[in-house]
């Protein structure tokens, strides 16, 4: 039996009632309990009432949490969004001193940036003389410039912005670099990209683990599709010109007419209108139902009653979508870019390529009439994707990243 060590672990957004950022970074902080004692830095305002409620009904002891409130100027955020980052940094200081503290009482073993998963913001625990460990790391990749007549305005400048910053930031940051480059340290990327932009920015290693993880509770039969019936395509995400709705939609209007087709399109967002207008210049609202905002299980019920799921982000990480949608059996249609295109492999889908957007266009509606006409391949990628959704059970993660720890502190 292993050594049960005193881990303390920095994890801004830490929440057992949530998804995205704060759901993977208790999901990470309860499995790592099981192995070691871990200590961990979390903000107060956020997450507090939601930790201690559930660690009082869970009777959780081996988990010690410490709350920091970040300060906050809401307005000026909606005014320039990027102001988050000062505050940020700012959370990141208090967290410094706080565990420069505590590791005079406590001694901890080895320290853990766990999360936000950007790269632009490491923290300041790399300094303490402690084996270091930081990751998953994310938010390298730029949005391709030649996909850029996909947006709107608002959208040709911010991703645009974007992609200026992203660069510049990438090459420049000090902290990063330094961080990257603290010894003894170990290196996480959330995908294989990252981990070639890791080598090739800072010089460094790193190892692969996934920002999010899969369940093995699911007992999930795949879906037959009676012929002629609809095939059941599933969207699903914030309506952010980012996530390109507009791509599929345009996909799907140039169909051939005898395929039976069904979208279900779940989310809201600033693109909402414009897409639900795109669809109706297209002449095919009929075969698109919008859901809106529902709750989760709604949702994972929805998915599960389709037959393929489509993903046309521009950029993400490896999407909680991604690992939902193979959980459920549902065969992926995707781009060839970002987190997702690490997961869909020729078992459990079809990947995209990055080309101009005619022929990604043309590429979606190939694969749709694809799975359309051949049943048995449908359910072939079903099937696969249930297998795949086994590579990433968070489990196997947590054993993942303590072997990365053992491996440090050995």
Not at 136 to 151: A, E, K, M, R, Y
Not at 158 to 186: E, M, W
Not at 327 to 356: Q, R, T, W
Request: net charge positive; proline share 4%; with cysteine.
């Amino acid at each position: 039996m292993n050594k049960r060590f005193k881990i303390l672990v920095s994890c801004y957004a830490c929440s057992p009632y949530r998804g995205s950022e704060p759901g993977m970074g208790w999901r990470f902080v309860l499995g790592l309990s099981k192995h070691h004692d871990i200590h961990v830095i979390t903000e107060k305002e956020k997450w507090e009432k939601e930790i201690k409620q559930f660690i009082e009904a869970e009777r959780i002891t081996n988990i010690h949490f410490y709350f920091i409130k970040k300060k906050r100027n809401r307005t000026l955020r909606k005014i320039w969004p990027p102001s988050y980052y000062w505050f940020y940094k700012g959370w990141q200081k208090q967290a410094y001193r706080l565990v420069q503290q505590l590791d005079e009482k406590e001694d901890f073993d080895l320290i853990h940036q766990l999360n936000m998963v950007g790269y632009r913001e490491p923290g300041y625990l790399w300094k303490i003389n402690k084996p270091f460990v930081w990751g998953p790391i994310g938010g390298t990749q730029d949005v391709p410039w030649h996909l850029f007549s996909v947006f709107n305005f608002y959208g040709k400048l911010f991703y645009g912005g974007r992609n200026i910053v992203n660069t510049i930031q990438k090459h420049f940051l000090s902290r990063p670099r330094l961080a990257a480059k603290k010894q003894p340290s170990a290196l996480i990327a959330a995908t294989p990209d990252i981990q070639k932009d890791i080598l090739r920015l800072w010089n460094a290693p790193s190892e692969i683990i996934t920002e999010i993880g899969t369940d093995d509770s699911l007992n999930i039969q795949v879906n037959d599709r009676e012929k002629e019936a609809p095939l059941k395509i599933i969207w699903s995400g914030q309506h952010t010109s980012g996530k390109a709705l507009n791509i599929l939609l345009k996909s799907l209007a140039l169909l051939d007419s005898h395929i039976n087709w069904q979208l279900d399109i779940l989310g809201v967002g600033k693109e909402t209108n414009s897409w639900k207008s795109l669809a109706n210049k297209l002449n095919i609202s009929s075969n698109c139902k919008w859901h809106g905002w529902i709750p989760k299980d709604n949702a994972l019920n929805i998915m599960e009653s389709g037959h393929v799921l489509c993903i046309t982000s521009l950029k993400d990480l490896t999407s909680t979508i991604t690992l939902e949608g193979i959980s459920l059996g549902l065969p992926i249609i995707c781009l060839d870019h970002c987190g997702f295109a690490y997961v869909v492999n020729e078992s459990c889908g079809i990947k995209i390529k990055m080309g101009g957007l005619k022929h990604i266009q043309n590429d979606f509606k190939e694969a749709i009439e694809l799975l359309y006409n051949d049943e048995n391949l449908r359910k072939k990628l079903a099937i696969g994707a249930l297998r795949r959704a086994k590579d990433f059970l968070w489990k196997e993660n947590i054993e993942k990243l303590n072997t990365i720890y053992l491996n440090l502190l050995r």
